[in-house]
């Protein structure tokens, strides 16, 4: 029986803008995704019902219930087509979770494409509603691996000029950070958007680009955990690196710098520094 097999990869926000909220709750982004070449690893086998196991070095903790973002992704399609097969799920955890970074919403938008081709239904487009049901950043997983620009709740994507040629070096300090109190930090909800990616940027005027851009939530989310400052300010202090910030509402952390040696080079003084933080070159995908 056949076994697919798919890689998830961890959504960087290299800008973040929080420009409104809406009645129900829900607050307006707008913000420049990225995904990088570190990865959690998921297969699906076709099985009588749907089931779940779950190893790797961030297992812990992962739901393998009906609760589990994968599980619910694939009942959404399930329902979506009228699909009446099953599946036996796997998932190889590489990434943390609950770090900003996006890894259960990638893990569901890869189990959507994953069970599409195995069940052999049409996949759900990005911003289908059974997508956004299943949280903000699952729309822009679907769009793995290119950059994108996010907005609205999550539901508005659209295309951005290529970016030029860089890669990152991603930090997790051992801290949690909940989402919900990060949003009720923020000092204004009503800030100005993003501005428009210039086409044709190189490496350092993308760099003078992003500082003019913001990620709202790094404030909160440092008054909660102080670490974050720590680790971003780590990472501005290495004469390699060409900017840092936070992704998400974090507490991952990111460095820019020009190319995959120099992403390693930052990351092996990191990591000696810090032996218990998170900490991994990646490529920009």
């Not at 860089?166 to 109190?181: H, I, M, S």
């Not at 428009?196 to 851009?213: C, H, I, T």
């Not at 460095?255 to 900490?279: G, P, S």
Request: some cysteine; proline content about 8%; glycine content about 8%.
């Amino acid at each position: 029986m056949a076994t697919i097999k798919v890689s998830a990869p961890a959504k960087v926000n290299l800008t973040l803008h929080v420009t409104g909220q809406r009645h129900d709750g829900y607050h307006l982004l707008d913000s420049l995704v990225v995904f990088a070449g570190v990865v959690d690893k998921l297969s699906a086998t076709i099985a009588p019902d749907l089931r779940i196991s779950v190893g790797g070095p961030f297992s812990m903790g992962v739901p393998t219930d009906h609760t589990n973002l994968m599980m619910r992704a694939a009942n959404a399609l399930r329902t979506a087509r009228g699909v009446t097969k099953g599946a036996a799920l796997t998932l190889e955890k590489h990434l943390p979770h609950a770090a900003g970074i996006g890894s259960g919403s990638s893990d569901a938008a890869a189990t959507l494409a994953m069970l599409a081709e195995l069940w052999q239904v049409a996949p759900l487009p990005a911003t289908a509603p059974e997508v956004v049901a299943l949280g903000a950043d699952v729309p822009v997983c679907l769009c793995a691996p290119r950059p994108v620009r996010m907005s609205g709740i999550g539901d508005v994507l659209s295309p951005v000029s290529p970016l030029p040629d860089c890669a990152l070096v991603l930090v997790r300090p051992p801290v949690d950070v909940p989402t919900g109190p990060v949003f009720q930090g923020l000092a204004s909800k009503d800030g100005d958007p993003m501005s428009e990616l210039p086409e044709g940027l190189d490496y350092d005027g993308f760099v003078r680009w992003l500082m003019a851009q913001r990620n709202d939530l790094q404030a909160p989310a440092e008054a909660i955990a102080p670490a974050i400052a720590e680790a971003i300010g780590k990472l501005r202090s290495l004469p390699a690196v060409s900017l840092a910030g936070m992704s998400g509402s974090g507490a991952t952390c990111f460095a820019l710098v020009k190319d995959m040696a120099t992403a390693r080079h930052v990351a092996r003084i990191v990591q000696v520094a810090k032996m218990d933080w998170w900490v991994v070159p990646a490529a920009l995908l």
